[in-house]
């Protein structure tokens, strides 16, 4: 339990940062990244108001996974897992660590977006890959009925 709030309080601060960034990038630079390709060249730029919907793209995907972590069961539609307390467990840490993994990759993209840093596929790869691996892991520790 400790760790899921660890979990939830790193994925705010990202989010705090992704906003605060955002807000920065927009006043200071003329413009932004808007796309890169597979292998992380710049393919196109454009207006620095746009750097703003990062973190409101963070902000939605939070408040969506935070409220399918008050009820993980209603992310299940095809309806085989049981209903335990272990699986609603499982669900809820798998969600959290989903939910801190997409907001450290929005915050990357922000800052990459801004010019801060290059754009680096690996990170993007691995981050995605990880989510993977997490969601393979739990779906194999589920109960199914």
């Known amino acids: 339990m400790k760790i899921t709030k660890t979990l939830n309080i790193i994925a705010i601060l ?5 906003v605060g960034l955002a807000i920065f990038i927009a006043l200071h630079n003329s ?17 620095q108001q746009f750097i703003l919907v990062f973190p409101l793209v963070s902000c939605l995907v939070y408040a969506i996974l935070r409220w399918y972590i008050k009820d993980p069961y209603k992310i299940n539609h095809v309806g085989s897992i049981s209903k335990t307390e272990r699986n609603k467990q499982l669900l809820r840490n798998y969600l959290v660590v989903v939910s801190v993994g997409i907001t450290a990759l929005l915050l ?15 990170v993007v790869y691995t981050t ?18």
Not at 14 to 18: G, P, T, V
């Open 14 to 18: 990202f989010l705090i940062a992704n």
């Open 128 to 145: 995605i890959g990880i989510l993977i691996v997490s969601y393979t892991y739990t779906r194999g520790r589920l109960e199914r009925v």
């Open 108 to 122: 990357y993209v922000t800052i990459c977006s801004g010019g801060l840093l290059l754009m680096s596929p690996f």
């Open 31 to 47: 413009s932004i990244i808007l796309h890169w390709d597979f292998l992380g060249h710049v393919t196109h730029h454009g207006e």
